[in-house]
């Protein structure tokens, strides 16, 4: 039987998504109608984005599957029925975009690069920065995206160390877990980098007591998500120089109002929620995989564990 897919995306991702789906799906024998339009009860599948078009999912009687086109599902996970299987979005191409994000800006603050090359102001200070060997980088979260970071800081020679909620196990990344992990991850890091989703698990796991343990002047990454920070006592931490820099990607509220302190904070960097994006031509391929997995009452890949919220 055909399998009937609402695109749900942004309206303007749908010339870009449309032939690269229906060729997937074509690739992997899936036999699917792909379109924008349905009536609710005739759909089986919807590839989704809270910036597309659904917001009720009460009318879509007979679903299968709601496939998330975002990694981040905090706005996601509320809205889909419960028992709907939802996945989310693990894309080589996002994963890669998100490395090189989180590379430049360590190396940012690694090379001295404010100092050396926009502040000089006339003064001959020479002193080389340290080699990564002598640099300690903590990643808080080490799913698709911290991994891949962390990974990739470790073959630059950086010492990483890693935080998650279980338990892992990765060459050359020293891995914790739990509330001790935390504190001793925090305590050896002169940069720490957020990858952890927006749960309310991970609600201001930087907060004033969690940055007093950072070694002092430490400098804070932020592409994960803005409710991660506790705003007030990242301030506070930047003011009392406890917390030396800080470059966030992600806010409670996007855009980031005007009047926000962070965008006149000389300590801070604000960038616009750019650090990385799905790829759509990678996002296509796990999107029909899991068609493709779901009609064969195959296990989809990237479940969302809707009691952990991620
Ligand atoms: P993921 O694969 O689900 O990984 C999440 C990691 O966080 C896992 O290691 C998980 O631990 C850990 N974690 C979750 N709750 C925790 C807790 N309470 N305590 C300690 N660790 C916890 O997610 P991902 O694909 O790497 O993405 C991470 C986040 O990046 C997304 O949720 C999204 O918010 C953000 N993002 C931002 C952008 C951007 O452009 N700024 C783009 C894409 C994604 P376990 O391994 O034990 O499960």
């Keep these: 039987m055909t399998a009937n897919v609402l695109f749900a995306g942004r309206p303007d991702g749908w010339p870009v998504y449309e032939p690269l789906l229906k060729t997937e799906l074509a690739r992997l024998g899936v036999d699917a109608d792909l379109r924008t ?70 190396l940012r603050y690694h090379l001295g690069m404010d100092v050396h090359i926009l502040g000089q102001n006339g003064h001959w200070k020479p002193k080389a920065p340290p080699l990564a060997k002598d640099r300690s980088v903590t990643v808080l ?21 890693g935080w998650s909620r279980s338990q892992k196990d990765i060459a050359g ?8 992990g935390l504190k001793t991850a925090l305590a050896q890091a002169e940069i720490v980098i957020l990858l952890l989703p927006d749960t309310p698990a991970t609600e201001n796991t930087l907060n004033a007591e969690t940055m007093a343990l950072l070694p002092k002047g430490a400098r804070i990454i932020n592409p994960g998500r803005g409710p991660l920070i506790d705003d007030a006592a990242l301030l506070a931490a930047l003011d009392s120089g406890q917390v030396g820099h800080a470059t966030l990607d992600v806010f409670r509220v996007e855009p980031l109002p005007p009047e926000h302190p962070y965008w006149a904070h000389p300590n801070v960097t604000v960038t616009p929620h750019i650090a990385s994006e799905t790829r759509e031509s990678t996002a296509a391929e796990v999107i029909a995989e899991n068609i493709r997995r779901a009609e064969a009452g195959e296990t989809l890949l990237h479940l969302v564990d809707r009691s952990l919220g991620y």
């Design 37 to 106: 339009e349905f009536a609710p009860e005739e759909v089986d599948y919807i590839v989704y984005a809270p910036s597309g078009p659904v917001s009720d999912f009460t009318p879509f009687s007979r679903l299968k599957a709601v496939l998330s086109m975002w990694a981040g599902v905090e706005k996601i996970v509320p809205v889909v029925p419960a028992a709907v299987p939802l996945t989310r979005m693990v894309d080589s191409g996002l994963e890669r975009g998100m490395t090189e994000w989180v590379v430049g800006h360590t």
């Design 141 to 161: 979260g080490l799913g698709a995206l911290g991994t891949a970071s962390a990974k990739a800081l470790a073959a630059l020679g950086f010492q990483v160390s």
């Design 173 to 180: 990344i020293a891995c914790y877990s739990g509330a001790e």
